[in-house]
């Protein structure tokens, strides 16, 4: 709320309402983002799945921000090879990987302090450790741990072309739920 000025009821920031961030949304925390030159968004998937990372890439892509991505040493950075040498060239200036180790924190300390926005997918610790960072440096914060959840739905209210199912079949996707 503090960085979109849009008002959440009775909802948290979670991954699910991130990753649905709407156009507006998005033009909103732009321009709340703090313009020295351009704006730095250090994203830090330490405990995530390893598309994660695209999502914020995409989200950044369309607020105008620059954006490191820390991916935890346990994924291959093949993979995010790949997806950068796959985008278009007018686009590679603007975000970047790197590896991720919690036990390197004066490299984690100097790139936080380089960034306006920290978004974290990590476990409680982490994240309350570099919220804690982030704050001490009065940097903007998110924060996303894990979780358990499960869905339950009357069927008697629900049919095929329910938006309902339609978000419901979404979330077991996007999410390789069983």
């Known amino acids: 709320q503090e960085l979109t000025g849009i008002s959440y009821e009775l ?7 991130y990753a649905q961030t709407s156009l507006e949304e998005l033009n909103l925390i732009s321009q709340k983002l703090d313009r020295k030159e351009n704006s730095k968004i250090l994203f830090i998937g330490a405990s995530t799945v390893p598309t994660t990372a695209l999502v914020e890439i995409i989200q ?66 982490t994240i309350n ?25 009357d069927p008697n209210n629900l049919n095929s072309k329910s938006k309902s199912i339609q978000l419901i079949i979404k979330d077991i996707i996007n999410f390789k739920q069983l």
């Open 60 to 125: 950044a892509l369309l607020c105008n921000c620059f954006i490191t991505c820390r991916i935890s040493e346990s994924f291959d950075l093949e993979f995010y090879k790949i997806f950068y040498d796959s985008t278009p060239k007018s686009l590679q200036k603007y975000f970047n990987f790197q590896t991720w180790n919690s036990l390197d924190s004066s490299k984690t300390h100097k790139e936080i302090s380089e960034h306006d926005l920290i978004i974290v997918h990590g476990n409680n610790q």
């Open 129 to 153: 450790n570099l919220q804690n960072i982030s704050l001490s440096l009065n940097k903007r914060f998110q924060g996303f741990g894990h979780k358990v959840s499960f869905l339950a739905c």
């Open 11 to 17: 909802q948290k920031d979670t991954f699910e309402s």
